[in-house]
């Protein structure tokens, strides 16, 4: 994610004249975006991949979680954060808050 992010700001820096402000808002767009959209796309983020996790979908394992679900999973564990964790010992099926209201789980 460092080398995502650290290239995109090369090439913005090579462009002459982008205001501060059109970078502050690419970075903040960047950040929002990584989690949902790979967890969406991929099955996970960079991290999950190196863990050796994956997010599927709680119902139906086999698929990837929709962007809307990435989405909200997203909000919430960032919302709730280490507070949504405290859940997974505790439940049933070991899914934090944000897998539960999203229909996700992660697998190994």
Do not use: C, E
Not at 33 to 47: E, K, Q, S
Not at 65 to 70: D, L, P
Request: no cysteine.
């Amino acid at each position: 994610m460092l080398i995502v992010f650290s290239l995109a700001s090369v090439l913005i820096d090579m462009v002459n004249n982008v205001p501060v402000f059109i970078k502050g808002s690419l970075a903040v767009t960047m950040f929002i975006l990584y989690d949902p959209l790979l967890t969406a796309f991929t099955g996970g983020t960079l991290g999950h991949k190196i863990m050796g996790l994956t997010v599927k979908q709680f119902d139906s394992p086999h698929q990837n979680i929709s962007v809307v679900s990435a989405f909200l999973r997203f909000a919430v564990k960032g919302t709730l954060g280490w507070l949504s964790f405290l859940t997974v010992t505790s439940s049933k099926n070991k899914r934090a808050i944000h897998d539960t209201l999203s229909g996700s789980i992660v697998l190994r």
